[in-house]
């Protein structure tokens, strides 16, 4: 079946980099783009922005530029997410997404499926 | 960036009872939008895509209705599980987007 698993916690001090991992199984891991979206404590959810599975082409949504950076390893199936210069208000749950595919294998405009989520805790 | 407003914020409610949570954007969507259910501790959970169509294995309690920019989840007879958080969602290619709603609560009343 398509899963996605994600990492496991993190608690980090501040400034320093964390990279959670967001390994994909059961379809062509390729074929359909991989989003994060970030949940901090108590909070909604908030799309980060998508990563090209195909071309590696990342596209930051507001507020996520500069300190955050989507990668791929597709020799292992695997999206990655990387902050560096971490701060208190990083602290969240972070998801992985893959976008929805319809029956016709095109991709639609919807997540599913999603990572279990990896807490990212940073503190002193 | 489209917003999407979603209300109420909360809603108390007894198992069997209807319930009716609204979805507006600030601009249309055309029929591009989902619902997700998320409980605590869980990762969210898709519900309906493309404003009506039921994700794979949600029970047909579950319907979504809407076009543009309103729309609409309704859950016919509530169940003890149903009682979560729901988010309603957006996406675009161009501008690059995906917006999430800022989520209502269904609670036991």
């Known amino acids: 079946q398509v899963q996605l698993v994600q990492s496991g916690s993190e608690l980090k001090k501040p400034g320093a980099s964390v990279k959670v991992s967001c390994k994909a199984s059961?379809?062509?891991?390729?074929?359909?783009?991989m989003n994060w979206v970030r949940q901090a404590p108590g909070q909604g959810l908030e799309w980060m922005g998508w990563i090209n599975t195909n071309t590696g082409n990342p596209t930051y949504a507001q507020g996520f530029t500069g300190r955050f950076v989507f990668s791929l390893d597709t020799s292992v199936s695997t999206a990655y997410l990387q902050i560096s210069s971490l701060k208190a208000e990083d602290t969240a749950v972070y998801y992985c997404?893959?976008?929805?595919?319809?029956?016709?294998?095109?991709?639609?405009?919807?997540?599913?499926?999603w990572g279990q989520g990896t807490l990212v805790t940073v503190s002193s | 960036e489209i917003v999407l407003t979603q209300s109420p914020a909360t809603l108390s409610l007894s198992p069997g009872e209807r319930a009716t949570l609204s979805c507006r954007a600030s601009q249309s969507v055309s029929s591009y939008l989902a619902w997700y259910q998320q409980k605590p501790g869980q990762a969210p959970r898709l519900l309906i895509y493309?404003?009506?169509n039921r994700a794979t294995g949600i029970p047909a309690r579950f319907s979504g209705s809407g076009s543009g920019t309103d729309f609409t989840l309704t859950i016919s007879s509530l169940e003890p599980e149903d009682f979560a958080v729901y988010y309603c969602q957006q996406r675009s290619n161009w501008p690059p987007d995906g917006t999430f709603g800022q989520g209502t609560r269904l609670e036991i009343k």
């Open positions: 493309d404003a009506s």
């Open positions: 997404a893959r976008v929805g595919v319809y029956s016709s294998g095109w991709h639609g405009d919807w997540f599913d499926p």
């Open positions: 059961g379809y062509t891991f390729t074929s359909y783009a």
